[in-house]
């Protein structure tokens, strides 16, 4: 079972001062120091909890892969496979995985006790999972089972849940596309939508669409990612 959850922001390597000043900007966070091969990694601090949000500087389009915590690898690695993961590579001892949809995900150790803390202020507290029709129940199985995360059906159709108290939470979103592979994007909670995206948009976002609930935008580095009309101080509607 997975017993943290992290959200890594693949970056390309020529975008990733623009992208770790942003991310710093919305999020309240400070960039840690830049670490591992030709300094690729960091993570972002927040000013209180533990620390959940990364970047990695890659040789490829923007995206997003996680990294499960757990507190035994072995078995972690055993259950994603018996669940449906096929294995993608290793790098430095760590497994890298896809989801039968073809998602990538990584399986990290956790450390400590961590726990995600909401002041009521804009935050970065969700990834979602982009999921086209083909892949749509074995995708919603594979993390429900893969993480033991509690499976709730989101507010809006076509949107389920995997929550875990003080964690960061993962929704995801059944795609209107016959196929293709699972993408990801993440989410902010946000109380006042407007104000952030005019916020967003002067550090250098650019807004792509404004829906009912939620507002979708490109941070610097090319990380699609929404701003939701959620309640920071719980993740959840209304």
């Known amino acids: 079972m997975t017993a943290w959850l992290q959200i890594?922001?693949?970056?390309?390597?020529?975008?990733?001062?623009?992208?770790?000043?942003f991310w710093s900007a919305v999020t309240g966070s400070q960039p840690s120091e830049r670490r591992g091969e030709d300094g690729?990694?960091?993570?972002?601090?927040?000013?209180?909890?533990?620390?959940?949000?990364?970047?990695?500087?890659?040789?490829?389009?923007?995206?997003?892969?996680?990294?499960?915590d757990s507190r035994d690898r072995p078995a972690a690695v055993a259950?994603?496979?018996?669940l449906g993961a096929t294995p993608a590579w290793t790098y430095e001892g760590v497994e890298v995985m896809?989801?039968?949809?073809?998602?990538?995900?990584?399986?990290?150790l956790v450390e400590g006790e961590p726990a995600l803390v909401r002041d009521g202020s804009t935050i970065l507290d969700q990834v979602c999972l982009d999921v086209?029709?083909?892949?749509?129940?074995?995708?919603?199985a594979f993390w429900r089972d893969l993480t033991g995360r509690e499976l709730q059906q989101a507010t809006g159709p076509g949107f389920a849940r995997l929550v875990a108290p003080d964690q960061p939470r993962i929704l995801?979103?059944?795609?209107?596309?016959?196929?293709?592979?699972?993408r990801a994007h993440p989410d902010l909670a946000s109380a006042d939508r407007a104000g952030d995206t005019e916020r967003h948009v002067a550090l250098g976002a650019r807004l792509v669409r404004v829906n009912d609930f939620w507002t979708v935008l490109t941070?610097?580095?090319?990380?699609v990612y929404c701003l939701t009309d959620r309640d920071p101080a719980t993740g959840v509607v209304g």
């Open 8 to 21: 890594f922001l693949d970056t390309p390597a020529d975008e990733v001062e623009r992208a770790v000043a």
């Open 40 to 68: 690729r990694f960091l993570t972002l601090v927040p000013a209180a909890g533990s620390a959940y949000v990364k970047v990695q500087a890659v040789a490829a389009p923007a995206g997003i892969h996680l990294d499960l």
């Open 79 to 82: 259950r994603a496979r018996a």
């Open 98 to 108: 896809r989801s039968p949809g073809g998602f990538t995900f990584c399986h990290t």
């Open 132 to 140: 086209p029709d083909a892949h749509w129940e074995s995708e919603v």
């Open 172 to 182: 995801l979103q059944h795609l209107g596309e016959p196929d293709g592979p699972v």
């Open 219 to 223: 941070a610097p580095g090319g990380q």
